[in-house]
């Protein structure tokens, strides 16, 4: 009789072994970055994507970028000064905390700052975060963009799909056909949490709410051993 899947013994010490050398690996190359480059800046992400982060890698290709444990990453540059990795260090690890990475480049700091202040991208939310403004599909017959555009400019959402809208909460029927709502309805309001079910809706219309963007905290400058808060700068 074949042994069954669901009975399979996993070892957690192979696991943590795993986790504990991807931390080691982490550590290191997190300092051997801090020997090579001029500046390193604390960034935190707002509505995390892994594509658009591989984005800015390539974008950065002479520099290197670290999204990882912040915890490791505090201890390789060194959280107090007898501890710290380059003098004055530690007054960076400070800003490691939440949703942040490390980035190292030898590019002019002016240069970094206004690059990503210009920069961002534009994404479907996911559910968790607020609504950016309110969406609402009118009456009638339910078209492919949910009223954002002139109907003769649209097509009418599939007759397919009725059964998938109505499970997301719209109160549709079929007519003819044709996906009908009686009335408006509302799939957002600007400011509401977004659920699950908001998030589909909006992404089959094609509304989109999320800004990936990455904001410098703070930097390091190697020449003057000195930490910029960027807050605190005109950029």
């Keep these: 009789m074949p042994k069954s899947k669901r009975a399979k013994v996993v070892h957690l010490s192979k696991t943590e072994k795993k986790g504990k050398e991807l931390s080691q690996k982490l ?3 997190v300092q051997e970055a801090a020997d090579n480059f001029a500046y390193i800046f604390v960034f ?3 509505n995390m994507r892994n594509s ?3 984005e800015v890698r390539s974008e950065f290709s002479d520099s290197r970028l670290f999204f ?3 915890k490791v990453m505090a201890k390789a540059l060194g959280q107090t000064p007898a501890e710290e ?5 530690s007054a960076l690890s400070a800003y490691l905390n939440g949703n942040v990475g490390l980035f190292f480049t030898n590019r002019p700091p002016q240069e970094i700052l206004e690059y990503f202040s210009n920069w961002s991208q534009t994404d479907f939310a996911r559910a968790g975060i607020a609504a950016t403004h309110t969406f609402t599909v009118p009456a009638g017959v339910v078209h492919s963009r949910g009223g954002d555009l002139p109907a003769d400019d649209d097509v009418a959402l599939p007759h397919s799909l009725e059964v998938t809208v109505r499970k997301w909460g719209m109160p549709t029927k079929l007519v003819k056909g044709k996906i009908v709502l009686d009335s408006d309805y509302t799939v957002c ?11 589909a809706l909006l992404k089959m219309f094609g ?3 999320a800004d990936f963007k990455v904001d ?3 930097y390091y400058t190697k020449a003057t051993e000195s930490v910029i808060e960027v807050d605190a700068m005109e950029v």
């Design 27 to 29: 550590f290191a190359n």
């Design 44 to 46: 935190s992400v707002e």
């Design 52 to 54: 658009y982060l591989k």
């Design 68 to 70: 990882g444990k912040t």
């Design 85 to 89: 990795h380059l003098t004055n260090l």
């Design 189 to 199: 309001k600007e400011g509401d949490i977004l659920n699950s079910h908001q998030t």
């Design 207 to 209: 509304v989109a709410m």
């Design 216 to 218: 410098m905290k703070a």
